[in-house]
């Protein structure tokens, strides 16, 4: 008698699922609907405008006009959310290179060029500036506090203490971590070593 030969294993039903790369890819190349990507990239179109700008007026108007822009655009335009943060910067770069910025004081301008700079490194100054400013309004009030006692109003530690009820050790132990923090997160943001 001659034995039955072994049967394979029924083979599974297997599904072949999309690499991650391949959904990635998919993704990109898929791109999203003008109305999507307002939606989605106004808000942080309008804090980057603001940065560079330090006016809500200023930054409005130019991501309005970067979104009117694309707009008329759209069909040559691959990646829409790189093109509008570029626009954003490159129209701020254009209003402060034409005079047209409206400014708090002129000491912001004044301090963040000087006669040697580039209009690049004076955008960069400020562009750095602006994101400090969202830094310091997202820190807690008593934080924000201790920093505009001692760096807007050049007080001493003696001075803040008296002013906070805090020792004098304890005001310099905030600040250090405050300002050590602040330049983590601005580090994070790609702001470093900026004079």
């Known amino acids: 008698m001659i034995p039955a030969s072994p049967q394979p294993d029924p083979v599974p039903n297997l599904r ?16 999203p609907t003008l109305l999507a990507l307002f939606e989605s990239e106004e808000t942080p179109l309008l804090r980057y405008a603001f940065s ?66 580039t209009p690049g490194e004076v955008l960069q100054r400020l562009e750095a500036a602006g994101f400090l400013r969202l830094l310091l309004a997202e820190l807690e009030e008593a934080d924000r506090r201790l920093v505009q006692l001692k760096y807007f109003e050049n007080l001493r530690y003696r001075e803040i203490a008296e002013r906070t009820e805090m020792s004098i050790g304890n005001v310099g132990y905030r600040l250090h971590h405050i300002l050590k923090q602040l330049a983590d997160k ?5 702001i470093d070593g900026i004079s």
């Open 52 to 117: 560079l700008t330090g006016r809500r007026v200023i930054a409005e108007e130019i991501v309005q006009e970067v979104f009117l822009q694309l707009h008329t655009n759209w069909e040559g335009v691959e990646n829409p959310r790189a093109w509008l943060f570029r626009s954003v910067r490159n129209r701020a770069y254009n209003h402060h290179r034409d005079g047209r910025r409206e400014v708090a004081s002129d000491e912001t301008v004044a301090a963040a060029a000087s006669e040697d700079d």
């Open 186 to 190: 601005l580090r994070h943001l790609g």
């Open 16 to 31: 072949f699922m999309s690499s991650p790369s391949q959904i990635d890819a998919a993704a990109a190349d898929s791109k």
